[in-house]
């Protein structure tokens, strides 16, 4: 399946919303959080109307707080239509975007007009991967437990509030433009 039929096929965000449970809370508390800047929004704009494709599934822990910063960045843009495709139900999609040999998500995916890639991010924030990057060893050996770990990462969500999301996500859209235009 081509890109574009994931994104015409993909959850709206009230549809989403929906399948969140208890977790809506948490959802909704990195939401409130998130405070894109003014200069922020102004790059996010001048690369153009965004078709965000987002693959994750509502029991992430990181998808919670990665989420919520992307639907805001591009509300308060005013200039992203975002989807959401689940991880689970689409595994020819996720294959696509691995993380060292993984379905790790949330995977961000930016299109261009004609619904082709014109970036990716994701599955975290290189400070929160880089948590998970310091212990990959130890996880693979069965040294220590994944659940050892999720609290650290938790806690880098937590004080960083969405600003190194939005810092890469910005990045990304800006370069990408810049790649489109040369």
């Known amino acids: 399946m081509k890109l574009r039929d994931y994104f015409?096929?993909?959850l709206t965000l009230e549809e989403y919303s929906g399948l969140l449970g208890e977790q809506r809370a948490l959802h909704e508390l990195h939401f409130r959080r998130s405070r894109p800047s003014e200069e922020d929004l102004v790059k996010v704009r001048l690369t153009g109307p965004q078709r965000v494709l987002?693959?994750?599934?509502?029991w992430?822990?990181?998808s919670l707080a990665i989420l919520p910063v992307v639907i805001k960045l591009f509300q308060e843009a005013g200039n992203g239509e975002i989807r959401i495709v689940l991880r689970d139900q689409n595994p020819e999609l996720i294959d696509r975007y691995l993380t060292h040999g993984g379905r790790a998500i949330?995977?961000?995916v930016f299109l261009d007009e004609n619904f082709e890639e014109r970036f990716h991010w994701g599955p975290r924030p290189a400070q929160a991967q880089a948590i998970v990057e310091e212990r990959r060893e130890d996880l693979k050996q069965g040294r220590i437990a994944?659940?050892?770990?999720?609290?650290?990462?938790?806690n880098f969500y937590s004080r960083d509030q969405g600003r190194a999301i939005v810092e890469e996500l910005c990045r990304g859209l800006t370069a990408s433009d810049r790649s489109q235009t040369d």
């Open 146 to 154: 994944r659940s050892e770990i999720i609290p650290q990462i938790r």
């Open 8 to 10: 015409e096929k993909g």
């Open 54 to 58: 987002v693959i994750t599934e509502p």
């Open 106 to 108: 949330p995977i961000v």
């Open 60 to 62: 992430c822990g990181d």
